[in-house]
């Protein structure tokens, strides 16, 4: 991984300068994760949450928010996780088989089954999501996933200069021996990692010490001298569909659609609140005039002039139709299925369920390409911190690797299975079929050849069972038996 050398000059600049200013200026700018992008996902936070703000009456809350809970009809969570469940690695092919194991090994270690939905789900929801890689002593190194309220990336055209991680902590220290609640500030650099922080909101960034480091600062090198081979920036920054170096929420053209839809949906609380149900009138008996209504009752009105009626109830068709259609809207301008938004809607099938998931479908494959080459990034990243801090493993830096994915698709898997015969009728390797269906070509190997020995013995055992076994003649207690002559058949 070649270190540029402008972010290399950059670093020296900051870090090096004596101006005490100037590095105080730098530090409170990395540490600024700017108000109007956390605003920005903080407002897709809530409407993923359900956290609406949905204007009431006084009457309308008091029966749509009896709960306690903001009242929403929330499809913002339904959108990002369609999109979020889909996305779901399968592992890595390289060509070098010490390569796949690392990367098979690292993706076990830390548990990225689950760990990989927590970032997907972040990077659909906000946009971004970061990914930190870190040593451990004694195990590979961690992968930690971190929200982008907390960590940031600084670009200079298409390569990252420089990350930084910003974050309240009270983790007792060198540097904060009572555990007091102070800032924490991390500079990620191509060769280097500076530690800062501040006691108090408007204080000072003061170098700080962990446990086992020797300063703030850690020679991020290979060799861990100040002048070795850098590791590079071990910061991997998850953009979905990003412009150019910012991903685009999911939510982003999804939330005006869902705030006409909680408009609809009060709209439609007023109609069936005042004129759900049909309504008496009574005219010419006077302002006291009032009768009691209830089942079974007479009413007796002593007036000449008096009149009665009924107002029919107000038909909600409009409404509800208002409301069906806006949430087709939402389906459509966020290119989720509308059977996934609907629960119990009717799955299309055939071409259909191709055709209503074409822009679902390309969304996806498009993210994944996209991400698959952030998680690649992580692997190797990965590797080199593996080669850098423990001497008993070395891993290829060079062998390709490529992120398999599983299809976001609907999957009808009895076609797939005709499908995969007809292809291997026509030649198509095993190994590619099997990834083709979703499964581990190495791990179903494995496994058939963990199989063969417990089958063998299996069938050895049943047939020793066999030889031992009694015949019908010995268990009646004779010998040999004569044989005998076959019966004439007669037919009648």
Known sequence: MALDNFANRLSTIFRRRSDSTAEQAFLKAAADMGSERLACYQRFEDYYGGEHKVQLSARAREYLEASGLRFAENFCDVIVDSKADALAVR?????????????????????????????HRGAVKLGDYFVIVEPREGKLPKICPNHPGQVKAVYDSDEMLYASKHWTTTRPSVSNPDGAAIRRLNVYWPAEIEKWYAPYEDGAWLPYVAEGDEGNVIFWT?????????????????????????????????????DALNKSLVDLFWVMDAQGWPQQWMTGVGAGGQVKRHPGSLWEIESDT????????????????????QIKRMASRSNTPLHQMLAGGQLPSGETLKTSESGYVREGRDSQTEMGNRYEDVVLIAARVTNAFDNSRA?????????????????????????AVLKQTLGVSTDTLLAELGYDPEKEREQRESEIPAVADELLERAQQMQQAPTRSEEAGGGEQPAQKPRNRVAK
């Open 91 to 119: 592992g890595f092919d390289s060509d070098d088989q010490g390569m796949r194991e690392f990367a098979r090994e690292l993706w076990r270690e830390n548990r990225m089954d689950a760990t990989q939905k927590r970032i």
């Open 222 to 258: 290979m060799d861990g001298t100040p002048g070795g081979e850098p590791i590079g920036i071990p910061v991997v920054h998850f953009a979905d569909r990003p412009n150019p170096h910012h991903g685009c929420s999911k939510l982003r053209g999804v939330i005006p659609q869902q």
């Open 306 to 325: 008096a009149k009665v009626g009924q107002l029919a109830a107000a038909d909600p068709t409009k409404v509800v139709e208002a409301i069906e259609s």
């Open 395 to 419: 891993v290829s830096e060079d062998a390709s690797l490529d992120t398999r994915w599983e299809d976001v698709e609907t999957r009808n898997e009895v076609d797939e299975a005709n499908v």
